[in-house]
């Protein structure tokens, strides 16, 4: 997830980066009122012909961002939430799900209720405060993992967006009402990833079990604070409905889901997906928000969790990410460039390059900013999946040839060729905003 995240955070700098991966470019600033528990959809994506799954319909992350203030100012008074120690190699331990075929069953499966009593300690509450006023920013859940190497502090997993404002200061409230100050250890926007910390020892750890055991029907339970900590742990009942489902993430990065029909709401964001056996197989991270949809929430498997949050304890951020260090908008969005496509002929998943980020390599090519990129490698962009797909796979150093074409003053088209290789996500940087546009035709 995050090029601005170092293992040494400065809680006076902006943590939030969007530059790294290329993106849709669509990021709603929208902050409910109090007691709204559902955030206002993204703008809807062209429905993507490769997979033809509902997950093009609309997938919100379930930030849920109150609008509230605090009667009590004495929480800022505590030390700086951005504090992370770095180059810890405590690794998050998974477990062989007991109805696997490596473990014999022996007790068979819980009951619901064992269960809940088994995760509702390691399940947490994640506050967090915008800045040096009394606002919550945005609610969720964490779910405790482990402790550090030498048994100082207990690291807490939750969901990217939950944690990811500007100076945030973040408080961790467990089942017992108490309360505790929270550090950002490090965070991954595209997997939706994040990892705090509380000093101390003296929380859960739950237990953590590999997910490729599950198949569809299997029954899972979903434990979180759905509308913030005033519903805390909340407890709910569903199966699975889909193993490896392709989500978008709001970064514009595909990643492979369990779809389950547990309710989940705004709040749940970084909450526990749990098997039979009251162990964690997943973190909830969004679902599908429409009155014509129901039970179609969504989970980061844990086997990804564990890889995400390896990197993160022990970097900071995720090391050796292959990016081309552009953010994007498909064609088809612009009301002109999508004329454009349509009359010459051009691949229907063409992508506008909106910004190319400083350390890109695509800065030594002819490509500029309006340009649209058709093809990949002799490969026609009929979905922008095309494109992204080659390099998720890829590696640093790998080098792609982009067939781009050009829309001049008078509408006309022309097309070439660029060699550019693929660079370390951590190597590339936002350019400063400005208030003009780089688009020819601009989009609204």
């Given at each position: 997830?995050?090029?601005?995240?170092n293992k040494?955070?400065n809680?006076?700098?902006?943590t939030?980066?969007?530059?790294?991966?290329?993106?849709?470019?669509?990021?709603?600033?929208?902050?409910?009122?109090?007691?709204?528990?559902?955030?206002q959809p993204q703008?809807?994506?062209?429905?993507?012909?490769?997979?033809?799954?509902?997950?093009?319909?609309?997938?919100?992350?379930?930030?849920?961002?109150?609008?509230v203030?605090?009667i009590g100012y004495?929480?800022?008074?505590?030390?700086s939430?951005q504090?992370?120690?770095?180059?810890?190699?405590?690794k998050?331990?998974?477990?062989t799900?007991?109805?696997?075929?490596?473990q014999?069953t022996?007790?068979g499966?819980?009951?619901?209720?064992?269960?809940?009593k088994?995760?509702?300690?390691?399940?947490?509450?994640?506050?967090?405060?915008?800045?040096n006023?009394a606002?919550?920013?945005s609610?969720?859940?964490?779910?405790?993992?482990?402790?550090?190497s030498?048994?100082t502090?207990?690291?807490?997993?939750t969901?990217?967006?939950?944690i990811?404002?500007?100076?945030?200061?973040?408080?961790?409230?467990?089942?017992n009402?108490?309360?505790y100050?929270a550090y950002?250890v490090?965070?991954?926007?595209k997997?939706?990833?994040?990892?705090?910390r509380?000093?101390g020892?003296?929380?859960?750890p739950?237990?953590?079990?590999?997910?490729?055991a599950?198949?569809?029907?299997?029954?899972v339970?979903?434990?979180?604070n759905p509308?913030?900590?005033?519903?805390?742990?909340?407890?709910?009942?569903?199966m699975?409905?889909?193993?490896?489902?392709p989500?978008?993430?709001p970064?514009?990065y595909?990643v492979s889901?369990i779809?389950?029909?547990?309710a989940?709401?705004?709040?749940?964001?970084?909450?526990a997906?749990?098997?039979?056996?009251?162990?964690?197989?997943?973190?909830?991270?969004?679902?599908?928000?429409?009155?014509e949809?129901?039970?179609?929430?969504?989970a980061?498997?844990?086997?990804t969790?564990?890889?995400?949050?390896?990197?993160?304890?022990?970097?900071?951020?995720?090391?050796?990410?292959?990016?081309?260090?552009?953010?994007?908008?498909?064609?088809i969005?612009?009301q002109?460039?999508s004329?454009?496509?349509r009359?010459?002929?051009?691949?229907?998943?063409?992508?506008?390059?909106?910004e190319?980020?400083?350390?890109?390599?695509?800065?030594?090519?002819?490509a500029?900013?309006?340009?649209?990129i058709?093809?990949?490698?002799?490969?026609?962009?009929d979905s922008?999946d095309?494109l992204l797909?080659i390099?998720?796979?890829?590696?640093?150093?790998d080098?792609?040839?982009?067939?781009?074409?050009?829309?001049?003053g008078?509408?006309?088209v022309?097309?070439?060729?660029?060699?550019?290789?693929?660079?370390?996500?951590?190597t590339?940087?936002?350019?400063?905003?400005?208030?003009?546009s780089?688009?020819?035709?601009?989009f609204?």
């Open positions: 997830m995050d090029e601005n995240m040494d955070v809680p006076q700098e902006e939030t980066s969007y530059n790294a991966q290329p993106t849709g470019g669509y990021y709603p600033n929208y902050t409910p009122p109090v007691n709204n528990y559902y955030q703008p809807p994506k062209q429905p993507k012909k490769k997979k033809g799954c509902l997950i093009a319909l609309v997938i919100v992350v379930l930030a849920f961002a109150f609008s203030l605090v004495s929480i800022f008074s505590s030390p939430t504090e992370n120690p770095s180059g810890d190699d405590t998050l331990d998974l477990l799900p007991p109805n696997s075929e490596e014999v022996v007790d499966p819980l009951s619901a209720k064992e269960v809940y088994k995760v509702n300690d390691s399940s947490v509450g994640v506050i967090v405060y915008s800045g006023i606002q919550v920013q609610e969720g859940t964490g779910v405790v993992m482990g402790y550090n030498d048994n502090a207990t690291y807490i997993i969901c990217a967006h939950v990811n404002t500007k100076n945030p200061k973040i408080i961790v409230q467990t089942a009402d108490k309360q100050d950002i490090g965070m991954d926007e997997t939706d990833i994040g990892v705090i509380v000093n020892t003296d929380l859960k739950a237990d953590f079990a590999e997910s490729t599950l198949e569809v029907g299997d029954t339970y979903a434990i979180g509308g913030g900590t005033q519903f805390f742990g909340s407890f709910t009942n569903g699975v409905s889909a193993i490896g489902r989500v978008d993430s970064v514009g595909e889901c779809q389950h029909t547990a989940i709401n705004p709040g749940n964001s970084g909450g997906l749990v098997n039979q056996y009251g162990q964690v197989i997943g973190i909830n991270s969004s679902k599908i928000a429409s009155t949809y129901e039970g179609m929430g969504f980061v498997p844990s086997a969790v564990k890889e995400i949050v390896d990197e993160l304890i022990k970097n900071g951020k995720v090391m050796n990410r292959p990016v081309l260090g552009i953010e994007f908008s498909p064609a969005n612009n002109v460039y004329i454009i496509v009359a010459n002929d051009l691949p229907s998943g063409a992508i506008v390059i909106a190319i980020s400083n350390g890109s390599d695509l800065l030594n090519t002819e500029q900013e309006g340009d649209m058709i093809a990949v490698n002799g490969k026609n962009l922008y095309v797909e390099i998720e796979q890829g590696k640093v150093g080098t792609l040839t982009l067939t781009i074409a050009r829309v001049d008078n509408y006309k022309s097309k070439f060729d660029v060699t550019v290789k693929l660079v370390d996500e951590t590339v940087s936002e350019k400063e905003t400005t208030n003009e780089t688009f020819p035709f601009p609204e």
